[in-house]
Nanobody, 119 residues
């Protein structure tokens, strides 16, 4: 069965960095587009970034462009999100998700990892 397991969250100070990982199993990772989506306390889901299948193109929300970098290691079936220059408004639970293409809906979600940025 499909599993997406996020890790790497934690508490960091304003301006700090974290790298999130998402270990994938149960599907052919390289054939799927992958996304990071976050949910801040009391708010709805916000798409953060996506990467196309293979060694694909990357996409970012305006709120994180220039600070976050999405990448994937298809040999390790792992998705990453390098987050730099973190701000308190980046505080959220971060989820990874798979979808067949960039334009299609999410098929599976991970359980999420908490990121808290203190000022």
């Amino acid at each position: 069965q499909v599993q997406l397991v996020e890790s790497g969250g934690g508490l960091v100070q304003l301006g700090g960095s974290l790298r999130l990982s998402c270990a994938a199993s149960g599907f052919t990772f390289s054939l799927y587009a992958m996304s990071w989506v976050r949910q801040a306390p009391g708010k709805g889901l916000e798409w953060v970034s996506a990467i196309n299948r293979g060694e694909g193109d990357t996409y970012y929300a305006d709120s994180v462009k220039g600070r976050f970098t999405i990448s994937r290691d298809n040999a390790k079936n792992t998705l990453y999100l390098q987050m730099n220059s973190l701000k308190p408004e980046d505080t959220a639970v971060y989820y990874c998700a798979n979808h067949w293409t960039i334009a299609t809906t999410v098929e599976h979600w991970g359980q999420g990892t908490q990121v808290t940025v203190s000022s």
